[in-house]
């Protein structure tokens, strides 16, 4: 048995992929690992506003960040789910929400109970028996609003990626990481192995290393342009292929979600933080202008802008592989999956987490752990990037061309089994460690029109006449227990503090 080597981690640009990655480095290797970051100041990032999932927590508990701490420093806001609005007719909206709907009786699933309640015509809107989309209507929020009867409301962040990024810096630095401002020019290799072994900054300066971890955008500039990566096109499910984004001054509706607003050919986001609200509009080129896209986004704010319109060119897909010799990438290195479903950090601290469990202290012995990595990697992508593609698939808008197109496409196979296993009775089944559970499943297919033809007959063991009373007290629990939290700005304010409530609009 060999000793184990202290890597030679270095790091290909920064921004919030690079410096979750430093920060995390420096956290669970410590002295085990020598970590270096290279980025420039003169390459910007792209993200001007981050959604997410409840998933951070696991990135925020494990680096030991204090959250009123890190609301603060980030002008972060609490988010409890996804309004989509006019998906599938104009007016229509729904929320997918991270808590779980109703309750379940003994071994009878809650969506078979409410299944047969719309049979009997007792069944409100699926909505209506979520804890968390009550609270997000009434633009409530909590950490400890649970009971008994009640869940607690299951939430995530919406913050400054930029401030984020900052954050961690900061974080990582005090840590041990080296940060070197520079322009990554060339990417060295090793002429036998094909390994990268440096990357050249200018003609003095360059940054040898034993692993390295491309976060380097778009450009993918050592996975794919260097190692020659080939990139994974899913734009036939996905054809958004562009979008525009601004900041906005702050609306007296400072909501705990995210909005999702469909358009003629895409959609729009509207993310509230503390001193501004992100907004973009994601939209495919094939159907619509940049120029038209950025008037209508400009159209559609709910205060006035703070910026020019800045615009994003991208292809849906994912590299073939995501390690690569002695090469990881992470963030849009690796793949763009769109911000519909908010799951970009989530695939960043996941692919950390599994890299650290199967990076081996040999690094000359590495083969089982790239091959296990990249097919791990494959399996969480390809139900994330499915999920997102049922919004699309699965909508109401006749007579956008965009959209009937969208109706039209031939869904990839993993997805179709879903869709129609739901249409039968309402079912869904997991595979594979999925980031989706069933309930998000449900609450997307049920919000995005796609209803069940029948019901598990485990929902007739209870007597027709106690669905509506069991239906209406579940609801009704629910607008009481939501009615008495405090408004999401106050609290807000109270967990940032006194000297932020301007901020806040207190």
């Given amino acids: 048995?060999?000793?184990?080597?202290?890597?030679?981690?270095?790091?290909?640009?920064?921004?919030?992929?690079?410096?979750?990655?430093?920060?995390?480095?420096?956290?669970?290797?410590?002295?085990?690992?020598?970590?270096?970051?290279?980025?420039?100041?003169?390459?910007?990032?792209?993200?001007?506003?981050?959604?997410?999932?409840?998933?951070?927590?696991?990135?925020?508990?494990?680096?030991?960040?204090?959250?009123?701490?890190?609301?603060r420093r980030t002008n972060g806001t609490f988010k409890l789910g996804i309004e989509f609005t006019d998906w599938v007719r104009s007016g229509e909206s729904y929320v997918h929400s991270f808590c779980q709907t109703g309750r379940g009786v003994g071994l009878i699933p809650f969506r078979q109970l409410w299944l047969r309640g719309c049979a009997l015509g007792v069944a409100a809107d699926f909505g209506d028996y979520s804890f968390n989309v009550t609270a997000a209507r009434l633009g409530r929020m909590s950490k400890s609003a649970g009971s008994n009867t009640i869940p607690e409301l299951a939430y995530a962040y919406h913050f400054d990626a930029s401030l984020f990024a900052r954050m961690l810096r900061d974080y990582a630095v005090e840590r041990g990481v080296r940060r070197i401002e520079g322009m990554i020019l060339d990417v060295e290799r090793d002429p036998e192995s094909g390994d990268i072994t440096?990357?050249?900054?200018?003609?003095?300066?360059?940054?040898?290393?034993?692993?390295f971890v491309d976060c380097t955008g778009f450009r993918s500039m050592l996975l794919g342009k260097t190692l020659e990566v080939p990139y994974l096109d899913w734009s036939r499910w996905l054809p958004c292929d562009s979008a525009v984004a601004v900041p906005c001054e702050s609306s007296d509706a400072f909501r705990p979600y995210t909005q999702a607003m469909a358009r003629p050919s895409g959609w729009q986001w509207r993310i509230p933080l503390q001193h501004r609200t992100g907004n973009g509009h994601v939209y495919c080129s094939r159907f619509m202008s940049d120029d038209q896209a950025a008037a209508l986004l400009l159209a559609n704010l709910d205060g006035a802008p703070l910026d020019d319109p800045r615009p994003v060119k991208f292809t849906s897909g994912r590299r073939e592989t995501f390690w690569s010799h002695n090469c990881v990438a992470l963030g849009l290195a690796a793949g763009f999956m769109e911000p519909l479903e908010s799951t970009s950090i989530h695939l960043v601290q996941s692919a950390l987490g599994r890299l650290l469990n199967v990076l081996p202290g040999d690094l000359q012995r590495s083969a089982s752990a790239r091959e296990t990595f990249n097919r791990l990697s494959a399996v969480e992508w390809g139900p994330v990037r499915d999920f997102i593609v049922l919004h699309y698939f699965a909508n109401g808008r006749e007579g956008d061309p965009f959209w009937d197109e969208c109706r039209r496409m031939e869904i990839p196979a993993t997805l179709d089994e879903k869709v129609e296993l739901f249409r039968e009775a309402g079912l869904f089944m997991r595979e594979e460690d999925e980031l989706f559970l069933d309930d998000s499943w449900g609450q997307v297919m049920i919000g995005q029109g796609i209803l069940p033809a029948s019901w598990s007959p485990l929902a007739d063991n209870v007597p027709g006449d106690d669905i509506g009373p069991f239906l209406e007290s579940l609801a009704n629990s629910y607008r009481v227990k939501a009615s008495t939290l405090p408004t999401h700005r106050e609290f807000v304010a109270a967990m940032v503090g006194q000297g932020s409530q301007a901020r806040v609009g207190v």
């Fill in 1 to 71: 048995m060999s000793q184990s080597s202290r890597l030679d981690i270095v790091i290909a640009g920064g921004g919030t992929a690079g410096w979750v990655a430093a920060a995390t480095f420096a956290r669970f290797l410590g002295k085990a690992a020598s970590v270096t970051l290279v980025e420039s100041e003169a390459i910007g990032t792209v993200g001007v506003g981050e959604a997410t999932i409840p998933q951070i927590h696991n990135l925020i508990v494990g680096l030991g960040l204090d959250q009123a701490d890190f609301v």
């Fill in 198 to 211: 440096a990357l050249a900054l200018d003609a003095e300066r360059r940054i040898g290393g034993t692993f």
